[in-house]
């Protein structure tokens, strides 16, 4: 099967990110202008202050995130930690999610600062407040985007396999073989289906293709501090994944385990297809033989 070549993306400036922000600050506007209106206040300048606000706010946010933090998370990989790396690269549902953390700490606590004077602590929970809010927004993003590049790869699997199925020859009509054969034949499936079949998974060809090497991973000196706390977070998150799934009455069963199973049942259903023409050729051989001594 052909790879899926690697998309590279362009590079997103801030006044990108900014810009992606304002249908939240168009909802915020028309969310204040609402309120204005119900409590008979000036609709048209709330409405436009809650706007700026948020511009404001998310300019903040993307400078410290893009500018500041991630490359001083970089930065620190100058310096590795002795903690024991793990064989396989950051999660993808964890990307990004500790420089978007920080970030909101840090803008939410200044905005707090400058719309109000309140004591430091007041600020500092204004900023874990945004914070979290930030955390949780980051991980919603990243499942929508794992969620994407699942569809594109289920979808070219679904066009690879058309295109396989489209490409085979048509099969020739052969002659019914024998009830012995026919018996061996029932046999052979019969194996075949007690065996385990490999499981596959619908992005193995991406990843071998455009996975980073597991080596680079594996050594503390090229390892970033941002991909280490993306590791520490995606650990973290498959083991609070695999506790839920332990203690959830329903379990889910994932693309290569449905398939297995489907294939399981259809490799059963052929047996016993097989399993009955057979019984039914040696029923009709003993009718031409009761015949034929009469």
């Given at each position: 099967?052909?790879?899926?070549?690697?998309?590279?993306?362009?590079?997103?400036?801030?006044?990108?990110?900014?810009?992606?922000?304002?249908?939240?600050?168009?909802?915020?506007?028309?969310?204040?202008?609402?309120?204005?209106v119900?409590?008979?206040?000036?609709?048209?300048?709330?409405?436009?202050?809650?706007?700026?606000?948020?511009?404001v706010?998310?300019?903040?946010?993307?400078?410290?995130?893009?500018?500041?933090?991630?490359?001083?998370?970089?930065?620190?990989?100058?310096?590795?930690?002795?903690?024991?790396?793990?064989?396989?690269?950051?999660?993808?549902?964890?990307?990004?999610?500790?420089?978007?953390?920080?970030?909101?700490?840090?803008?939410?606590?200044?905005?707090?600062?400058?719309?109000?004077?309140l004591?430091?602590?007041?600020?500092?929970?204004?900023?874990?407040?945004?914070?979290?809010?930030?955390?949780?927004?980051?991980?919603?993003?990243?499942?929508?985007?794992?969620?994407?590049?699942?569809?594109?790869?289920?979808?070219e699997?679904?066009?690879?396999?058309?295109?396989?199925?489209?490409?085979?020859?048509?099969?020739?009509?052969?002659?019914?073989?024998?009830?012995a054969?026919?018996?061996?034949?029932?046999?052979?499936?019969?194996?075949?289906?007690?065996?385990?079949?490999?499981?596959?998974?619908?992005?193995?060809?991406?990843?071998?293709?455009?996975?980073?090497?597991?080596?680079?991973?594996?050594?503390?000196?090229?390892?970033?501090?941002?991909?280490?706390?993306?590791?520490?977070?995606?650990?973290?998150?498959?083991?609070?994944?695999?506790?839920?799934?332990?203690?959830?009455?329903?379990?889910?069963?994932?693309?290569?385990?449905?398939?297995?199973?489907?294939?399981?049942?259809?490799?059963?259903?052929?047996?016993?297809?097989?399993?009955?023409?057979?019984?039914?050729?040696?029923?009709?051989?003993?009718?031409?033989?009761?015949?034929?001594?009469r």
């Open positions: 099967m052909a790879p899926i070549p690697a998309q590279h993306e362009a590079p997103t400036s801030l006044l990108d990110y900014t810009l992606r922000t304002a249908p939240v600050s168009v909802v915020y506007g028309t969310a204040s202008f609402t309120s204005g119900a409590r008979n206040a000036p609709a048209l300048s709330a409405a436009l202050k809650t706007s700026i606000n948020t511009g706010f998310s300019f903040t946010f993307f400078s410290i995130r893009d500018y500041a933090l991630t490359p001083l998370l970089t930065t620190l990989s100058l310096h590795p930690s002795p903690l024991v790396p793990a064989s396989s690269p950051p999660s993808p549902h964890t990307a990004n999610l500790l420089p978007t953390t920080l970030s909101g700490l840090v803008a939410g606590t200044v905005f707090s600062y400058y719309q109000r004077r004591p430091p602590l007041q600020h500092t929970r204004a900023g874990v407040t945004f914070a979290l809010g930030c955390a949780a927004v980051q991980v919603v993003v990243n499942e929508l985007e794992w969620a994407r590049i699942k569809l594109i790869a289920w979808g699997d679904r066009e690879r396999a058309r295109h396989l199925l489209s490409s085979e020859p048509t099969p020739t009509p052969t002659t019914r073989p024998p009830p054969a026919a018996a061996a034949a029932a046999a052979a499936a019969a194996a075949a289906a007690a065996a385990p079949t490999p499981a596959t998974h619908y992005l193995s060809d991406w990843t071998a293709a455009s996975a980073p090497s597991h080596a680079h991973f594996s050594d503390p000196k090229t390892e970033t501090f941002a991909d280490r706390s993306d590791r520490l977070f995606g650990s973290a998150w498959d083991w609070v994944k695999a506790q839920a799934g332990v203690l959830s009455p329903v379990k889910r069963l994932d693309e290569g385990e449905y398939e297995r199973t489907l294939e399981g049942l259809l490799r059963a259903k052929q047996v016993e297809r097989e399993t009955v023409r057979t019984e039914l050729e040696e029923l009709e051989g003993l009718q031409r033989e009761r015949e034929a001594r």
